[in-house]
């Protein structure tokens, strides 16, 4: 008896989004196909230039874009931010600084502040 081991296979939205890349700046031929596991492990080990490129430059989904200014993919969307962003559009919000920011920084400080209170508590 023998088993055949299959190779473990993913949508290029799930491989995009381990990469922490927008799946719609990828090259035609990752979004059209399925990635294994054992591509997905080489893309991390090793990335392409398209891949350095977009982790560098952007566009970025909005979780990256969140962690990159400090705040919620929720504080993200009260600020009205729904697309990717760039990295230098991301750069230039950071030097506007506009109130919404500060105030969902301020919300996201508290939030650590809370769990750190709440772990501490714990043990």
């Known amino acids: 008896m023998t088993s055949h081991k299959t190779a473990q296979t993913m949508k290029p939205a799930t491989a995009a989004k381990k990469l922490g890349v927008y799946l719609e700046a990828t090259p035609p ?3 059209e196909g399925v990635v294994s596991r054992d591509e ?3 893309l991390q080990a090793e990335p392409p230039e398209w891949l350095r490129e977009l982790r560098r430059t952007g566009p970025h989904p ?3 874009v969140a962690a990159k200014l400090g705040i919620s993919i929720g504080g993200l969307s009260r600020g ?3 697309d990717a962003l760039t990295t230098e559009q991301i750069d230039a919000l950071k030097t506007e600084n506009p109130d919404w920011l500060v105030r969902e920084r301020a ?3 508290e939030v650590r502040k809370e769990t750190v209170r709440v ?3 714990d043990h």
Do not use: C, D, M, S
């Open 40 to 42: 997905l492990n080489a």
């Open 80 to 82: 009205g931010i729904t």
């Open 29 to 31: 031929e990752f979004q």
């Open 62 to 64: 909005r979780p990256v």
């Open 107 to 109: 919300t996201q400080a």
């Open 119 to 121: 772990k501490e508590k």
